[in-house]
C-alpha cells in the first residue's frame, strides 16, 4: 500500500509537472454565506490492485476505452449554453464544489441516500449550485456509447474544461481517471467551502487546507470572470459590513449604488448580479480589471487586492495587465484543483447514474 501511495504521488508529480504547459464558520451577518472509469483507457504506469488494473490520473485515461468521451461532453455543453449562457459558469462552479469535499470525487452530484444527507442541501450549494441536469444527459449520452466507462467525477472536470473553452478561456490538458465516491459530506461542504465574506487570511487558510497556494486562490478565484451571485451574498457589504450599519469601504460609489437597486436591505435575496458586471458570460481577465477600480462583487473577489496580502495583491494586479498570463496560470490551478485527493482505486466506482451510487 505504501509503494502504491508512492507511486501515485509521484505519478500526479509528474502529470503537474509536465503539464505545465479550506472551518472557520460563516461570521458577520446572519445569512453568513448567503443562503441559507470503468478502469481502461492508455496513458500512465498500470499496477494491478485487487485484481483489477488502476491507473494513476492520465491525460490518455479514455483513449482506448472512450475515446468519444471529451466530443461527446463538448457537443452536449455547446447545445446547452447555446439555450442558457449562464450554464458554463454553473458547471465549472460544479467542479469547484466537488473537489474541495473530499476531493473531486462527484459527492457533490450525489442526491439523499438512506446512510448520507446529499451535499446539495448545503449552506453554500442550497438554491445556488445549478447545471446537474446537464451533467445527467452528458452521462446518459456516455451510458449509451461506453456503458460504465466515464465516472462522474471526470465528466465534472470535463466539462468545467469544456466551459472555459467555450466561453473563450484556456485549454489545457486535463488529467483523466477519478471514480466515484460511494458517500457525500453535508458537513465537509458546509465546513471547506469558502464564505464569500471572508477575509484574505480565510481565503489563504481554506484553499491551504486543499493543498492549494496564494497563486491557486487569486488564478482560481477568476472564474468569477464567469456566472451571477444572489443579493444574500454581497447584501452585507452594502449595509452593514464591519456591524456599524455602513457599507464596505472599498466599493466604488457608482457600483454600490447600482447593487443596492438590486439588493434592497430586505428582501431581494434572491435578486442576481454579475460577478463581472462588464462581461459575465465571456471568460476573460475583466474581473480583475473591475477588481482594480473597486467592482468587485463580493467581499472575497475585493478581498484579493484590498485585503493587503503581498502575493494576491500583486497577482491581481498581473492578472488584470496581462489575459494571457492569467489564462496560463488559471489552467495551471484547474489541474491541481482537479488533482485534489482523486480515488483511484476500488473504494470508488464508476456510477452510471451520477445522482446515486450503483
Ligand atoms: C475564493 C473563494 C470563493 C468564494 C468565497 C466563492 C463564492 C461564490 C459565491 C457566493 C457565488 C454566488 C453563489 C450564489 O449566489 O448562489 C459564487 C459563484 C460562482 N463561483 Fe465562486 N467562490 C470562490 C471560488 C470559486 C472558484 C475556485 C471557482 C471555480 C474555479 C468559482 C466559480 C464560480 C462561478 C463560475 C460562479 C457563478 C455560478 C453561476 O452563475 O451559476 N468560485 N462563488
Redesign the pocket.
Known amino acids: 500500500m505504501a509503494s502504491f501511495k508512492l507511486l501515485y504521488t509521484t505519478l500526479t508529480l509528474l502529470a503537474l509537472l509536465s503539464s505545465s504547459t479550506c472551518s472557520l464558520g460563516y461570521p458577520g451577518f446572519s445569512f453568513g454565506?448567503?443562503?441559507g472509469g470503468g478502469v481502461g483507457g492508455g496513458g500512465g504506469v498500470s499496477h494491478p490492485v485487487g485484481g483489477q488494473r488502476l491507473i494513476g490520473l492520465s491525460p490518455g485515461f479514455y483513449s482506448h476505452s472512450c475515446p468519444q468521451a471529451n466530443d461527446i461532453v463538448l457537443s452536449v455543453l455547446e447545445r446547452a449554453i447555446s439555450k442558457d449562457r449562464?450554464l458554463a459558469?454553473?458547471l465549472?462552479?460544479l467542479?469547484?464544489h466537488d473537489c474541495f469535499v473530499q476531493g473531486c470525487d462527484a459527492s457533490v452530484l450525489l442526491d439523499d441516500h438512506p446512510t448520507f444527507a446529499s451535499e446539495k442541501k448545503s449552506i453554500p450549494n442550497k438554491?445556488?449550485l445549478?447545471g446537474f441536469e446537464v451533467i445527467d444527459e452528458i452521462k446518459a449520452k456516455l451510458e449509451q456509447v461506453c456503458p460504465e466507462t466515464v465516472s462522474c467525477a471526470d465528466i465534472l472536470a470535463l466539462a468545467a474544461r469544456g466551459s472555459t473553452v467555450l466561453t473563450g478561456g484556456p485549454n489545457w490538458e486535463l488529467p483523466l481517471g477519478r471514480r466515484d465516491s460511494k458517500k457525500a459530506s453535508l458537513n465537509g461542504s458546509n465546513n471547506n467551502i469558502?464564505?464569500?465574506n471572508?477575509t484574505i487570511q480565510n481565503?489563504v487558510s481554506?484553499?491551504r487546507r486543499q493543498g492549494l497556494n496564494e497563486v491557486d486562490?487569486v488564478s482560481?478565484?477568476g472564474?468569477?470572470t464567469?456566472?451571477?451571485?444572489?443579493c444574500?451574498?454581497f447584501k452585507q457589504r452594502l449595509y452593514n459590513q464591519n456591524g456599524h450599519n455602513q457599507p464596505d469601504s472599498t466599493l466604488e460609489r457608482n457600483y454600490y449604488h447600482d447593487l443596492k437597486a438590486i439588493c434592497p436591505k430586505t428582501g431581494g435575496d434572491n435578486n442576481?448580479s454579475p460577478?463581472d458586471l462588464a462581461s459575465p458570460a465571456t471568460f476573460d481577465n475583466t474581473y480583475f480589471k473591475l477588481i482594480m477600480s473597486g467592482k468587485g462583487l463580493?467581499t472575497?473577489d475585493q478581498v484579493l487586492l484590498s485585503g493587503n496580502l503581498g502575493e494576491p495583491m500583486q497577482l491581481v494586479k498581473d492578472f488584470a495587465d496581462d489575459q494571457t498570463l492569467f489564462f496560463n496560470h488559471f489552467a495551471r490551478s484547474?489541474i491541481k484543483?482537479g488533482n485534489i485527493r482523486p480515488i483511484i482505486d476500488n473504494k470508488g466506482e464508476v456510477r452510471k447514474n451520477c445522482r446515486r451510487v450503483n
Open positions: 454565506w448567503g443562503h449562464r459558469a454553473s465549472l462552479r467542479h469547484f438554491n445556488s445549478r469558502p464564505p464569500p471572508s481565503l481554506f484553499f486562490l482560481l478565484s472564474a468569477h464567469l456566472g451571477m451571485a444572489r444574500t451574498t442576481i460577478l463580493l472575497s484547474m484543483m
